[in-house]
């Protein structure tokens, strides 16, 4: 089977122009077929305040309303995915901007209310691997923003790292998967105050007792958790890494079962 | 040769969610292969005003500053767009939406710079029509914005009614191309002031003795140019008409040269 290159950007790195152009130099580097899966950026947040829209909180999760999810589709939709699409071309990648609509690939349903109802928020239900694939063998490089839809109509606000996760799980079949969390450090850190020392390989087992016994960030839980996910359903190979180690993943930590 | 329907959808449609539907729901009705292209609407106006932009007119023409290039990007190839596909999914047609910088298939100039600095709008050089054969064999249906870039990383603002004629030109050899100008009326229309009566068909040496009179209203213009560069360009059928004769054509305005 053909090795399949998947690259989630985070947030940090989409709101630095200058680190963002480096990402996408490397990720232009990349031998096809490859994947580009991107989060927001601050670009929201800032775009709801100059509307003078509030951000809603309840128990400190953001809930997405109608005018959020506005915003997000603006944003993450309209000026970030096209940003980078332009920005892949000028660099000779054939870069396509997708959402879970386009082309029906990422279907969804509005979360369930529980004790919390967070909104226009999607919950993923199934990714169309094979259309995803369809684009690739005419040439296309597919890039998502995490925005999916319910079929019915309505678009909805998705986590990115689960994107990442889902859409490399529907692409396991047709290809040897590689998974990589691109963030702003060269992998999972000892300890956030020496970025220079990765962990090496997280088990599923470690991953559990570091956060049992707190010494994982918060931020960094999504990401093992959906990189676990990746695994179990069949993905080949799953980092967090930096920018840097794209291709070769020296300091990068590499998730296992 | 197979007949691919292109249908350019305007602005007053866009802005009013009822007609919105109808013409979403004929466009669903039209066999594949088929193309949507469609205007901006009102938002980005009221986006503009929202986040306090001011809008740049110089001589009565609207000039495309960076500001107002992030709010075309969002609101059409955002919001409107990723809300048609989201919406014509819902109804069945395999949507992909789309801008020019997408796949590389509008490539444009930043118009140049005469009496007058527009700003970030782009003048179209070349439109890939075989990637966009390549998306409809594959089974999507494409659902452009007006927005192209200049393969450097600059997205441009375009005009719809242009993009629709050089995409419908772009695919004259591989189909039978119809391209209809979709608005708020039946065709064009004798008098403004008896919408019913439309006028069946209208020639080049008629469209310019229109201008000279000037009994033809002014938005018309770019709809009736670009219609007959269309033809001009190969394309087997050209239209101005409304939502109803999506399909029968009765009552709409045929160009020919």
Request: proline share 2%.
């Amino acid at each position: 089977m053909n090795t399949l290159q998947i690259i989630k950007v985070g947030g940090k790195l989409i709101n630095d122009p200058i680190e963002l152009d480096k990402l996408l130099t490397a990720f232009d580097r990349i031998s096809d077929p490859k994947i580009l899966i991107h989060g927001g950026g601050r670009k929201a947040t800032e775009l709801s305040q100059q509307m003078g829209l509030e951000v809603k909180m309840i128990d400190g999760r953001r809930i997405t309303d109608a005018d959020t999810l506005e915003v997000a589709v603006m944003v993450y939709a309209g000026l970030v995915n096209k940003s980078i699409v332009a920005q892949l071309q000028s660099k000779g990648t054939n870069a396509i901007g997708l959402t879970g609509a386009d082309g029906n690939i990422i279907q969804a349903i509005k979360r369930p209310v529980d004790d919390i109802d967070y909104g226009l928020v999607g919950d993923i239900q199934y990714v169309d691997g094979q259309r995803i694939k369809r684009l690739i063998d005419v040439g296309f490089c597919p890039v998502f923003c995490a925005i999916s839809h319910d079929q019915k109509g309505q678009l909805l606000n998705t986590n990115a790292d689960t994107i990442a996760s889902v859409v490399a799980q529907s692409l396991a079949e047709s290809y040897d998967v590689s998974l990589k969390y691109c963030f702003e450090y060269d992998g999972v850190l000892h300890s956030i105050d020496d970025p220079d020392q990765t962990i090496d390989s997280i088990t599923e087992d470690l991953f559990h007792s570091m956060i049992d016994d707190g010494s994982i960030n918060a931020g960094m839980i999504p990401k093992l958790s959906n990189g676990i996910d990746a695994l179990k359903g069949g993905v080949a190979q799953v980092a967090v890494c930096g920018i840097h180690n794209l291709k070769s993943l020296d300091n990068a930590t590499l998730i296992s079962l």
